[in-house]
């Protein structure tokens, strides 16, 4: 099977174009899921410590047998942690969840731009985060163009990526330029918008005319368009099927076809408008 190329971050740091999401996978099933993957080839996980499942994400990964070293995992600060004391205490208490002593990227999970702790607070926090050395990368998740722009201005490091929802009903073509523009790699979540583009009619004829599935033809749609992607699945099948992206292509046809499905249509919430504590 063709290896998974890696996206270069902005400080130099190689992460896997494709990974494995464990969100929504519980805590229970998450050891066995992270284990199949593993074992499927994927040596990307993305977690985060709203997900409740760091601690099997972490044990599966230290009992696969596979090195720590050649796995990239990826986990999110919690909306209640967004003061700076608080944000540093939920990073260590993510390292010692995971029993990692390090991690590859830590992510400011939403902006929260309505609650009481302003965002650049807590990205000067995870500056501090990333200055230890304990994490090799930061980032941030949910962020809008606007929200970036004060990060830029009134701190001092660049966020490595930004994780926002994308698939063929929002193609989130401004944000993801932006990024571009300013070295910020963009990871789609819920790249196959939990299942709900497959059964369309334009991507079930991409699939036909190339031969795959529908959940393979906009998973490469994503790698095509340079996007970092994540499919989660508790289905062995579905996950060798998620896996096996590089061994075709989409042409130009085929790109447009999916890319003109957008209809700027959210799954989650609205970045400008979500400002939940658990
Ligand atoms: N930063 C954020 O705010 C944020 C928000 C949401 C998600 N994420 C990240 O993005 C990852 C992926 O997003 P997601 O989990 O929301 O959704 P997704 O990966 O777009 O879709 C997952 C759903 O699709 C099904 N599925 C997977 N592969 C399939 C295939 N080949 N054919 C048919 N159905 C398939 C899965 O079912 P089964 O599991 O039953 O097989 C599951 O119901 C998450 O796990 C998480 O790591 C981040």
Known sequence: MASVPTVRLNNGVEIPQLGFGVFQIPPDDTVEATRVALEVGYRHIDTAEMYGNEKEVGRAVRESGVDRSEVFVTSKLNNGFHARDDALKAFDQTLRDLDFDYLDLFLVHWPLPGIDVDYVETWKAMEEIYASGRCRAIGVSNFQPHHL??????????????????????????????????????????????????????????????????????????????????????????????????????????????????????????????????
Not at 251 to 264: E, V
């Open 149 to 278: 722009r004060r990060l830029f201005a009134e701190s001092e490091v660049r966020p490595a990526v930004n994780q926002i929802e994308v698939h063929p009903y929002l193609t989130q073509d401004d944000v993801r330029a932006f990024g571009a523009d300013h070295q910020i790699a963009t990871e789609a979540w819920s790249p196959i918008a939990q299942g709900k583009v497959l059964d369309d009619p334009a991507v079930v004829r991409v699939a036909e005319r190339v031969g795959r599935t529908p959940a393979q033809v906009v998973l490469r749609w994503h790698v095509q368009r340079g996007d970092i992607v994540f499919p989660k699945s508790v289905t062995r099948s579905r996950v060798e099927e998620n896996f096996a992206l590089f061994d075709f292509s989409l042409d130009d046809d085929a790109m447009g076809d999916l890319s003109a499905l957008n209809r700027d249509e959210r799954i989650g919430p609205d970045p400008d408008e979500f400002n939940y504590i658990p």
